[in-house]
């Protein structure tokens, strides 16, 4: 149990472009998803909280313009790098928060940008 | 002081002996405590959870916490070269439900 899910897994794109990632809670229902961004041999850098039906609640330094986050089910959050640049390649990650029986977060497989 | 903290390592063992990994933490309203192992260019997976003091046995791997000294340390039995990855302590503050990572541990096992 408690399977997250990402697409796509990887993407190439042109700089200027906009690329969707999706990330999915398979066999529970997520009230609050997180995105992350990891560089290679860096940390994980929490970007926002995504939480169903209402904004995301960014953290600070991060553009919420650029990096636009929607929560439309319990199941579902989706990332939008807008305009991305050469600098947005990364690995963008996002976990699912299990509440029940003991309040546990649970990662998607991470989806690898690069921007040409 | 860093919120949590972890050695960074590298933590060398060879196979089949015990491997130990200590993290500490600032904030003594901390709830939960995580454990997850991340392999190279992949995303975090959960290894153990922990939220009262004391030790959690799960397989190989235990868990202990000690909120009194705000540390928790992740024993792994047997290592196995496929224990081989980085070991990120995640702590749980409260009702945002946000975690913070310590930098991470990098573990290798030697055959």
């Known amino acids: 149990g408690a399977v997250v899910s990402q697409h796509p897994s990887w993407v190439i794109c042109k700089s200027g472009t906009s690329v969707k990632i999706e990330c999915r809670s398979l066999?529970?229902?997520?009230?609050?998803m997180f995105w992350y961004r990891q560089f290679p041999k860096q940390s994980l850098m929490l970007m926002a909280t995504?939480?169903?039906?209402?904004?995301?609640?960014?953290e600070q330094g991060v553009e919420k313009d650029k990096f636009l986050i929607n929560h439309a089910s319990l199941t579902l959050s989706t990332l939008t790098v807008t305009s991305a640049h050469p600098e947005d390649s990364s690995f963008y990650i996002c976990?699912?928060?299990?509440?029940?029986?003991?309040?546990?977060?649970?990662f998607g497989p991470g989806t690898r940008l690069t921007v040409l | 002081q860093k919120e949590v903290e972890q050695n960074s390592g590298p933590l060398s063992v060879p196979e089949g002996a015990i491997a130990s990994l200590n993290c500490t933490y600032s904030?003594?309203?901390?709830?939960?405590f995580f454990w997850y192992r991340q392999y190279s260019g992949k995303s975090p997976e959960l290894i153990m959870s922990?939220?009262?003091?004391g030790d959690k046995e799960d397989g190989r791997f235990t868990a202990q916490l000690n909120k009194a000294s705000q540390y928790v340390s992740l024993l792994i039995r047997d290592s196995q070269p496929s224990d081989s990855a980085t070991y990120l302590c995640?702590?749980?503050?409260?009702?945002?439900?946000?975690?913070?990572f310590g930098k991470g541990t990098l573990l290798t096992v030697n055959p």
């Open positions: 976990s699912a928060r299990l509440a029940e029986p003991l309040d546990t977060q649970y």
């Open positions: 066999d529970f229902q997520a009230t609050t």
């Open positions: 995504s939480n169903e039906g209402s904004k995301a609640t960014y």
């Open positions: 904030d003594r309203g901390s709830q939960s």
């Open positions: 922990i939220y009262s003091n």
């Open positions: 995640a702590v749980n503050r409260g009702s945002n439900y946000k975690l913070t």
